[in-house]
């Protein structure tokens, strides 16, 4: 499997470029809690083929997915991940800038490195992100207490169902519970910690374009919240709201998240790297 070496530890990543031409942007997706890279395989393919022919970098954070099981020495936060972003950019030798796209805590890593890091990114997209506060942390403290006492699989039968939207079907219900049950609970209970303890990003101190997702059903970041984001972000953005959908925007309507993504890396403006 490939794999990564970076300050964290060792990372499982997959590298897809365009077949016949070479890549005319470069994305890194972060997935959000409970997930892996293969959250985005479902918009992976349109999104490396014509007409957009990007380079679409996914991987697994340290202690999620196939990455290393071991949590780094470091305790992880929202800036060792936004850290994490670039050491794989580095490591995979990535020049020019890139779109930071992140999903739901990853999102907020994505606002974070749209704020902090204009030298590396140029666009940032936040699919379903958390709105860091006081409510949240009580959350998935709770939600840390029930994993420790009863392993992932409490979360496997109630997460599928729950965190979806009315569109939803059982095919996407069973790929969410198969990502959930592929964690580590240690580094679940990890991530759980990151968002409970994030703090606000600088959102009023971007400057880049950014593209916000929220799902009109999401319960895990409510509308309410993406607004919110919204409306503090500086720079020039967009927002879109997906009818029917929950959390899982990837798994559940990946036709219209490709199609978002696609259009806002192209009106951004594409910047060969390698």
Not at 15 to 42: E, K, V, W
Not at 256 to 261: E, K, Q
Request: with cysteine.
């Amino acid at each position: 499997m490939p794999s990564l070496q970076i300050p964290s530890g060792r990372i499982f990543y997959a590298d897809s470029r365009p077949t016949t031409t070479p890549p005319r942007a470069t994305l890194i997706l972060h997935h959000g809690l409970g997930s892996s890279h293969a959250f985005y395989r479902p918009i992976t393919p349109a999104l490396t083929s014509s007409p957009h022919n990007f380079r679409c970098i996914t991987y697994d954070s340290i202690s999620s997915g196939l990455s290393d099981i071991a949590l780094p020495l470091e305790t992880q936060s929202i800036q060792t991940l936004a850290k994490d972003v670039i050491d794989v950019l580095d490591a995979l030798g990535v020049k020019g800038k890139v779109i930071m796209v992140g999903h739901s805590l990853a999102g907020v890593v994505a606002a974070e490195i749209a704020a902090m890091r204009g030298d590396r990114v140029m666009g940032a997209v936040m699919l379903g992100p958390v709105l860091p506060q006081e409510s949240v942390k009580e959350v998935f403290e709770q939600r840390v207490k029930t994993v420790q006492e009863k392993g992932m699989e409490v979360m496997a039968d109630t997460i599928p169902t729950g965190a979806t939207g009315s569109r939803s079907t059982p095919l996407q219900h069973a790929f969410i519970r198969v990502l959930l049950l592929s964690q580590n609970p240690e580094g679940y209970c990890s991530m759980c910690r990151v968002i409970g303890g994030a703090s606000v990003p600088d959102y009023e101190g971007i400057r880049m374009p950014t593209l916000l997702v929220a799902g009109r059903e999401d319960k895990s970041a409510p509308l309410k919240g993406c607004e919110t984001i919204y409306e503090r972000t500086g720079g020039k953005k967009r927002m879109e709201v997906l009818e029917g959908v929950g959390h899982w925007f990837c798994i559940e309507d990946p036709e219209a998240v490709g199609r978002l993504i696609g259009e806002f890396v192209e009106e951004v403006g594409v910047e060969k790297v390698v």
